[in-house]
């Protein structure tokens, strides 16, 4: 390479404003020393000149050199990277400690304990002289417990069965029967995609489907409901493939490092694989350790003891990894009966083809005696145009078969799963500035250095893996008990989602700018906890909901004893004034159901839920206002409408068009993990539950179950109204209320004389009902399901 007039050649060989330049070292080299040439001729001619071209001149070969990107490997130039040791004081942050079983406060109110989780909560009230609130009838209990495990509210003879069962054990009986229920895999399965930011879609313009998604979450329903272990469940979702390479559903479960928006344009691999990568690295992070570590992929962490080296040295763990969005996934036993089915399959298109050529040489043979020309010769339309009617009859269906067996080919279970490369261990570098075309220094997978206390060293091999082992040495690591991270932050996970907030507020960002624990001896107790109960998060569920901090009043609510209720209201006035925020839990949080809960509840309570699983997702009906913004092809609504009543979980998640009712009550960017959904108060809230045609729609459904369910007559079927929809039965004056309003409704749709096509009537609605009284009925269930009841759990 050459110099001209003091530019280097390659600066003039541009394209698509790219310098392109030999990654020789000679040549990265002239590259350094044209930068401090330009930078040096740009201050001469500025000081030495005043023409303004010149001046001009010389900014432009600079912005070339520092701002147009470099297709170019720098790793051999670049100085290393430095970072700042881990100090005592990094290591002195409370998330950073080694992990220590407190011992149990000693309180005043121990009576009021009912496990451990209690004498904690009790600490902190004592100090600051507070009481808890009274235990919360078993109405409520039997709601909250109902939506917090299983999404679902209670049917009416399930709280009959538990408020009338006088047995000691009757909530310990009724928990276990929630966790049981294959409902409680779907209710936390959704929290987990929310930190897992599953989607089933790429994202970004085009929003590619991903058409073997949803095996992940089924995945993670499963293990849920099969309880499995969390250190389990860890492993599977970072190392499946090099754990179980035989087993499908252990390598499904690696779709959690797939569950990121991906952008497919074969013009920028290099970028894309660059992106997918820090994404991976930076999901990992925050979803087990809690940690903030996508902030140090172009730069040392701003406030947390991570460096940008820390960053990339847990990307190197996913470095030798590829995805496959076309796996087979399915067991042995899958394979061979794949394999002998396309066997039979192509046995029987070969006999097809051979019986339409039969048929053909039948034809020709007639046609050559018919015309007496033995040479006769005819290509295959001119032949078929001269078939008899019962050839043709028997060619087009023998061309049928054959055409549906072609296109029905036996069906293999693929799935979206990560593998290991093949070959050489691929190297890993540090990026510069996170910028993918700016290689760094290379590096090595490591542990997290403020919290791998011990030194702990990657290990070269494990035993019983063929594979590099990098993942499954992570996830042995982020579960080991000398990681004061991991469970730490799981169990606050669990908090969460029980009382509304964690324990520590900022569940994904456990570093130096994220809130500090409220109960951090509570914290570190239950983190312990939960290795001693084998990782089973149904066990640590247990213990949460079983405690007294769980069982309390979210509202003052009169018990019937005027002494102990004037103490209660003593106590709750106080608890208001010293706690506002309840931080100390002297009371249990009121906290308002997700969008897919409401729905799941509106479709529940009028009997139309259906029990239908698994699968893709589901694509109900969109308003049409909606629907004509869409692109042809992206929302194509399910055939089958009994799938349109399918739990939400199992709606069809579309990064790019969010069902409406879910981003109204604050569904989740799925471009992102997401540790805590915003709960905002909007107007669209409530005209999404008022006016839409899904809420007109099950407000008609459950008309119909209180029309054929209830007495004929309008005070049986408030009452019904209340306790399906509310779980209790109405006060007397709500039964006056409602019946009012009832009568009033029916009247005015009378004297209104709309058309019976009009009404907003049940679509099955018994022939000895009149059409008045029964879109009465449906107003009032629109009103019901807009209760702030409704929508909230005490």
Known sequence: MTDVGGVDEGVRRRRSSEIRISKSETNSKSKIRMFQQSELSMTMLETQRSGVTSTFVARSLLTLVLVCPLNVSLADN????????????????????????????????????????????????????????????????????????????????????????????????????????????????????????????DGFEHDLLRPNAWRYRDWVIDALNADMPYDRFVLLQLAGDEVAPDDPASTIATGFLLCGPDMPDINLQEERRHNFLNDMAGTVGSAFLGLQFGCAQCHDHKYDPVSQLDFYRLRAFFENTEPFKQQPVGSAADLVKFEKAEQVRGRKIRELALAMKTIEAEAIKRLREETKDPKLQLDRKQLIARFTADEKRRYDKTSKESDNLRKKKSPLPMGRVMREKTGKLASSYLWVRGEFRQRGQEVSPAFLRVVNHEGRAVPKTIPGVATSGRRVALARWLTHPENPLTTRVIVNRLWQHHFGMGLVG???????????????????????????????????????????????????????????????????????????????????????????????????????????????????????????????????????????????????????????????????????????????????????????????????????????????????????????????????????MALRFLKTSANALRSAKRPASELPVPKNLPADRNVHDAAALTGFCLAMFNLNEFVYVD
């Not at 054990?169 to 930011?197: C, F, I, K, M, T």
């Not at 969010?658 to 540790?675: H, I, K, L, W």
């Open 78 to 201: 670049v100085e290393p990277a430095t970072e700042a040791p881990i100090t005592d004081e990094d290591r002195e942050h409370w998330a950073f400690r080694p992990l220590l079983r407190p011992e149990l406060p000693a309180v005043k109110q121990g009576a009021w304990a009912r496990n451990e989780v209690d004498r904690f909560i009790l600490a902190k009230l004592d100090k600051r002289e507070l009481a808890p609130a009274l235990e919360a009838d078993r109405v409520t209990l039997i709601r909250r417990l109902s939506f917090d495990l299983t999404g679902l509210p209670p049917a009416p003879a399930e709280v009959d069965a538990f408020v009338s069962d006088e047995s000691e054990n009757a909530y310990e009986e009724l928990v276990d029967r929630l966790l049981a229920s294959p409902e409680y895999g779907r209710r936390w399965g959704q929290h987990w995609l929310d930190l897992a930011r599953f989607a089933e879609t």
């Open 506 to 736: 900022t569940a994904s960002d456990f570093g130096t700018v994220g809130d500090s624990p409220t109960h951090p001896a509570l914290l570190d107790w239950l983190a312990t906890e939960l290795p001693r109960r084998k990782w089973r998060l149904k066990a640590m569920h247990r213990l949460i909901v079983g405690s007294a901090t769980y069982r309390q009043q979210g509202r003052l609510v009169a018990t019937g004893n005027v002494e102990r209720d004037k103490q209660a209201a003593a106590n709750w006035k106080k608890n208001i004034s010293h706690d506002p925020e309840n931080r100390f839990l002297g009371r249990m949080p009121r906290r308002r159901l997700e969008g897919e809960a409401i729905r799941d509840a509106m479709l529940a309570v009028s009997d139309r839920l259906s029990d239908r699983t698994g699968g893709p997702g589901v694509r109900p009906p969109l308003p049409q206002e909606l629907l004509s913004t869409v692109h042809k092809g992206h929302w194509t609504v399910s055939p089958d409408e009994r799938d349109h009543r399918r739990r939400s979980i199992y709606l069809f998640v579309r990064r790019n068009l969010r069902y409406p009712m879910f981003d109204v009550f604050d569904r989740p960017d799925t471009n992102a993990s997401c540790p805590r959904r915003n709960q905002s108060t909007i107007a669209p809230q409530a005209l999404t539950l008022l006016n839409s045609e899904f809420s007109l729609n099950a407000a008609k459904d459950l008309a119909e179950y209180l029309l054929t369910h209830a007495d004929n007559e309008p005070a049986s079927q408030v009452d019904l109204c209340y306790r399906r929809v509310l779980g209790r039965a109405p006060s007397s004056e709500e039964r006056r």
